[in-house]
């Protein structure tokens, strides 16, 4: 049984697609569906790639809002730690579905997401029927009974049942060097490695962390993290806006992936990504919202156009991300990172899709649909979410969005 | 007959609202319609008052999409000048209504317009509701046949007919001092003073434009056109990206008002309006999207974001530019420098306003509703947009929709 999408417009021309086993088979004028087919008439929608965001905090959807415009200490102190301590498995279970309500209305079809409880995360991400990276996330303070525990919980985790492998990758995080010792830094590193596991770390974020590093390590995080092993072509590095030249050598020697999240950068006061030069250094480049308590929004639209006006009005170059390599960013690049054979609309591709309205006027005229889709559109042009073949939301509704809203009103009053 | 809103959330709290007259006539938990009065369910949705888009060029919302990406003058000269030679008055109408189908879908009441034929797009506004400020551009490229044809279109203009004097305000326009000869500035703003009209000026776009005027007057372009007279309190400066300690005694001494336009000055690198400074020196600032040309969006959501985000990176402090004062600047302080008695949910103010939606992932969790609008919401969570009383758009959809899809797809091949 196959689903057929009829009246598709891919790159501009009127086509049927045809998906089956997950995966686009066959992309043709006119596709007759046999007995048995899913046949949904697009309407003459436009079809993209969903987008891929490799970096965020799902569950904090729950604490979007909360202490806005404040130092981080007192934020973090005042506004967030006080609630995060009330979550339990229950709540972020739910405020990733919350995440995910938001993210799929927002054309995203994938997250790699960084926090706590990967069991509920888990549960969470098969039911919506979105692909996600869940990790276990290395974090001791520096306490050597922490990292016992930690070393614990991460054994447990590469034991854990996946509930859904064709949508779901375990993977390994360290949060960061200022909050991760050396040994466990090195046991996360060495765990992935051996297990062929990707590795997510925050890395470079501030001018601080750096500066504390080389007062610490005698080196800056990207130089103190590779002595420790934890750099790879399955390195992962979200921020990583302070860099220097020796920081880039290293970053493209160990074919290490980068990814950006300007909204967070910016609304943090942390400092603007260097795309521009990355890219001309052949860094590998992807896309991340960041968590709803720092950006606050999970919609990979605002993201796409931050991450190429940063770019043009930090290399003072008009010409600089342009709209094109500024979706592939958010597209093609995060599925490659992430090993996900999708990003594209390509017979053979796995099926992750969104269909977009065109009568709307962030998207006409058509002179050119991506630099509508990063600099003009938002959320309200995605109608249809597809995901490993399966058609997730239609009409910008989720089947399931009743249920969401009743779970997430609860959770919030007892957090509150 | 009044419009009576069941059921309207404001700050937080359950009332009813009624307009009369143009103007909000009551707030209270319940007030029971007369015979003859319209009533409208709001169905627990938010009210919020609308966006006031400082700084625009609608009829370019044709031209959206059209060589992104390039150096200015090659963007100009291969993209847009070629089709704008072929607008005229209809194909202004039109693009004028395209715009305003975009701004009311995402929230905006009224716009500022700096273009071409102005009976045209009058009409255009008069027809769909909306507020504007309508202006004739001074633009002679210093030839002194155009400057007195430019003066005799002012004059034209000046008795051309308002078809909606409670929506329309006409006003005065100088495109830019390396644009316009001394003696049309002097003329406009002259004219301007003489006729207690609002003066709309591209100053301190760029850096260059400031030391061109430096080479070319021995002065800044904000000094140079204060010994015009061009400065006053009714005096709007679009951009004013790079301006020095002096220019901003000048402006402040002449009350002048500034309207940041943080996307284009991305997109074009100009360069970072100074926002924090600005404010902490007591300018009176607005908020514009500029044309669909170099935005390329129209959405007062974006660049309240940007607006924020920008000033806080740049400030290097992330209590900059807070989410409440962002959002009064794209509001209340554009109400007030237009000279529009709105941009407030109050009783005695011009009923201009939009209905959110609250179930929706971008305004949930409701810790800070301002917050959501400024950080997280986008032109999906506007049901419904009610102007100078009126109501032009419910569920998202304007009335005349189909229409304007049908002039705006047959100008694209006109000028294609």
Redesign the interface.
Known sequence: MSLILKNVILNQKLCDIKIEKCRFAEIAPTIFPNAGDEVVDAGRKAIFPGFYNLHTHAAM??????G?????FSWLSQDIWPREAKFNADIIYIGTK??M??MA?SGTVFFSDMYFEQAAIMKAVAEMGLRAAVSIVGFDMFEAQQTAQKIDAIKAFLDLENPNPDLIQKVLAVHSVYTVSARLIEYTAQTAHDNNMMLHIHASETKKEVEDCKKEHGCSPISYLESLGALGPRTVLAHAVWLDDADIDIIVKNKVKLVTNP?S?????S??FQLDKLRKANCVIGLGTDG?AS?????M??EM??C???A??Q?????????EDIFAIATLNGAEIMGIDAGIIEVGKLADCMLVNL?N??M??????I??LV??????IVDTLICNGKIIMQN?QLPNEAEV?AQ?KAA?KHIN
Chains 1, 2 share one sequence.
């Open positions: 959807s729950l604490l979007k809002g909360l806005d415009d404040k130092e981080l919350l995440a309500l938001e209305k909204s950068n910016f609304k943090l006061a400092g603007m709803s950006n606050n929004s999970l919609s639209f605002d156009k931050l190429s006006l940063s043009k009005i290399a003072s170059d008009p010409t600089a991300a342009k709209a009568d006027p962030q006409f005229p058509d002179y050119n649909p630099s509508n600099y003009a559109a938002d959320s309200s910008h809203w997430a919030l």
